[in-house]
């Protein structure tokens, strides 16, 4: 509404403009890792944390903070970090192999899936019985307003039916995850990319 505005619209351009100039990232884009593996490596000697040194040839350094502020530390090496990377992901990649990780996460999501099933059954059972009962009293209304004996029933929508269009039917609550995901270990280990 321009009857509503405090300052004229080439003003708010102008300003809205200067704020795009002056802008930076958001706080968490600020604090978003440069590196994989950044805020996570620590000394061996004294536990602080491993920082960026400097960069030559081979790539970045890193080396311990305790040593940087002050010789605090017996550890004087600088050690590379994409060494270090490749190191953690060659690890990561062999422990994602493992079949004992795989059916061990298998069995995990398996068992979570039985349970969100069994709360979504509770929860129907809830609302089916509700229903019902709500049903009760609307026939009891109606047999009080209309004096019909015995009174007429009529179907529920098909959206509040069990198995009607909008349910996904007793199949679908009762579907385990066991019997889709029999052989999925090795098709996950076999997905995984091959190092070499």
Same mark, same amino acid.
Request: proline share 6%; net charge positive.
């Given at each position: ?24 990232? /958001? ?14 490596? !620590? $000394?061996? $000697?004294?536990?602080?944390? %491993? ?13 311990? /903070? ?11 090496r600088?050690?590379y ?8 992901l ?18 995990? @999501? ?15 059972? !809830?609302?089916?019985?509700r229903?019902?009962e ?6 009891? $209304?109606?047999?009080?307003?209309? &004096?019909?004996?015995?009174?007429? &029933?009529k ?6 039916? @069990? ?28 997905? %995984?990319?091959?190092?070499?």
């Open positions: 509404m321009p009857q509503l505005r405090i300052v004229d619209a080439e003003v708010f351009a102008a300003v809205q403009t200067r704020l795009d100039e002056r802008g930076h990232d /958001t706080p968490a884009a600020a604090r978003r890792p440069r590196h994989l593996l950044s805020g996570l490596l !620590r $000394c061996g $000697c004294c536990g602080r944390a %491993l920082v960026l040194k400097d960069r030559d040839s081979k790539g970045r350094r890193i080396y311990c /903070t305790r040593m940087r502020e002050g010789g605090g530390c017996t550890n004087t600088a050690f970090l994409d060494e270090i990377e490749r190191r953690v060659a690890g990561l990649e062999a422990q994602l192999r493992d079949p004992r990780a795989i059916e061990r996460f298998l069995h995990t @999501y398996t068992e979570e899936r039985k349970r969100l099933a069994a709360a979504g059954e509770t929860k129907r059972h !809830r609302k089916e019985t229903l019902g709500v049903s009760a009293n609307s026939t009891g $209304c109606s047999i009080a307003t209309s &004096r019909e004996w015995p009174p007429k &029933r179907p529920a929508p098909a959206s509040l039916r @069990y198995g009607g269009a909008k349910s996904p039917g007793r199949r679908a609550l009762r579907h385990t995850a066991p019997d889709k995901y029999r052989n999925a270990a090795p098709r996950c280990r076999d997905a %995984l990319p091959r190092s070499g």
